[in-house]
């Protein structure tokens, strides 16, 4: 019994992982776009003032703000792909 317990739970999980796998896939390769681009240009705007206003001790807020930005993003990602299940 406890083999037969054990196969139908691991057959759960992987077809449930396997399902979504497939709904998200789309969805989280836009998401991992839009992250990129939003880290390529935290970098470009953390060494430009940096190098300009030579402020390397102060300018190092500006990851504390792309963190933010970063999970605004998914949350946003979240919320759109539950709204579109319903």
């Known amino acids: 019994m406890g083999v037969a317990t054990f196969v139908i739970v691991y057959a759960a999980i992987v077809y449930k992982e396997k399902k979504k796998l497939v709904i998200e896939s789309k969805q989280d390769k836009l998401k991992k ?8 240009i935290t970098v470009f705007i953390y060494l430009f003032i940096s190098f300009f206003t030579m402020a390397w001790h102060i300018t190092w807020l500006i990851w504390i703000v792309y963190a933010l930005v970063e999970e605004i993003i998914k ?4 919320l759109r ?5 319903k």
């Open 75 to 78: 949350l946003i990602f979240l």
């Open 33 to 40: 776009q839009v992250i990129e681009i939003a880290s390529i």
């Open 81 to 85: 792909g539950n709204g579109d299940e």
